[in-house]
């Protein structure tokens, strides 16, 4: 039994490979030869997971930003957009790198609750979607 926590590689399309190779060593005839099994593969479940709150003020890069964690997908398409508490909308962005940082045209929005909503699509066109709300603190 074998088990292998792939926590480490969320970047990934969550496909997960494995076979079994059999060495074999110290032949008389000197001849060593080599066997490997059928490949078989595992797929993990695809996720994305939204903090609910961010401060720029921290010294933690992680929290200083606000960005949905795409897991285990093939990333074919993206959309995170940023609301404001009357409903429009404030910033948005298609890279599933680019973080929203609690600003608007490069000033500090104020204090508070946004609206989000984050569509992710995976390769085989699948959609994920995520709405929410979360809590801005500012400022450093």
Same mark, same amino acid.
């Given at each position: 039994e074998l088990e292998d926590n792939v926590n480490g590689f969320i970047q990934s399309n969550g496909r997960f490979c494995y076979y079994v190779e059999a060495i074999e060593v110290g032949n008389p005839s000197g001849i060593d030869?080599?066997?490997t099994s059928n490949t078989a593969c595992a797929i993990q479940q695809e996720a994305v997971w939204? %903090? *609910?709150a961010f401060n720029v003020g921290s010294t933690i890069q992680? *929290?200083?930003r606000f960005k949905p964690v795409v897991a285990f997908v093939d990333v074919k398409g993206y959309e995170f957009i940023i609301f404001n508490r009357w409903g429009q909308e404030i910033w948005s962005t298609t890279d599933v790198d680019e %973080?929203?940082?609690?600003?608007? *045209?490069g000033q500090y929005v104020p204090q508070g609750v946004y609206a989000?909503?984050?569509a992710v699509y995976n390769g085989a066109g699948k959609k994920f979607e995520e709405r929410g709300t979360v809590t801005f603190l500012c400022c450093p």
């Amino acid at each position: 039994e074998l088990e292998d926590n792939v926590n480490g590689f969320i970047q990934s399309n969550g496909r997960f490979c494995y076979y079994v190779e059999a060495i074999e060593v110290g032949n008389p005839s000197g001849i060593d030869a080599v066997s490997t099994s059928n490949t078989a593969c595992a797929i993990q479940q695809e996720a994305v997971w939204v %903090p *609910n709150a961010f401060n720029v003020g921290s010294t933690i890069q992680e *929290n200083s930003r606000f960005k949905p964690v795409v897991a285990f997908v093939d990333v074919k398409g993206y959309e995170f957009i940023i609301f404001n508490r009357w409903g429009q909308e404030i910033w948005s962005t298609t890279d599933v790198d680019e %973080p929203w940082k609690g600003q608007v *045209n490069g000033q500090y929005v104020p204090q508070g609750v946004y609206a989000y909503y984050v569509a992710v699509y995976n390769g085989a066109g699948k959609k994920f979607e995520e709405r929410g709300t979360v809590t801005f603190l500012c400022c450093p």
